[in-house]
């Protein structure tokens, strides 16, 4: 069993930047498989950011990419994903993502994660 909490959220101006950081216990997350997943009202879950197995390669979703990093702390048994140039179509609440399968290529579907945090909000003003 692997239980996330997230952090780091909050309201942020369109343009800044914030890092969240998922906190994992249970297991080393150097033999999980990370993502970070948001959801905006209405909308469907999304799947922003995940990284395999360490060394990991990743995956970023499209509107997310060159402005966004996932990366992972073994030792505090933290990923982070860090986001710039904040627009106001960020704005979801984010969701920690985990699965102990083992793989060199992130999932890219929720349904292929089965450990989840709680999520936390992230707002940004225009």
């Known amino acids: 069993q692997v239980h996330l909490v997230e952090s780091g959220g909050g309201l942020v101006q369109a343009g800044g930047s914030l890092r969240l950081s998922c906190a994992a216990s249970g297991r080393t997350i150097s033999s999980l498989t990370m993502a970070w997943f948001r959801q905006a009202p209405g909308k469907e879950r999304e799947l922003v950011a995940a990284m395999a197995w360490s060394p990991g390669r990743t995956y970023y979703a499209d509107s997310v990419k060159g402005r966004s990093t996932i990366s992972r702390d073994n030792t505090k048994r933290t990923v982070y994903l860090e986001m710039n140039s904040l627009k106001s179509e960020d704005t979801a609440v984010y969701y920690c993502?985990?699965?102990?399968?083992?793989?060199?290529?992130?999932?890219?579907?929720?349904?292929?994660?089965?450990?989840w945090g709680q999520g936390t909000q992230v707002t940004v003003s225009s």
């Open positions: 993502a985990a699965d102990g399968r083992w793989t060199d290529t992130p999932y890219t579907h929720s349904a292929d994660y089965i450990f």
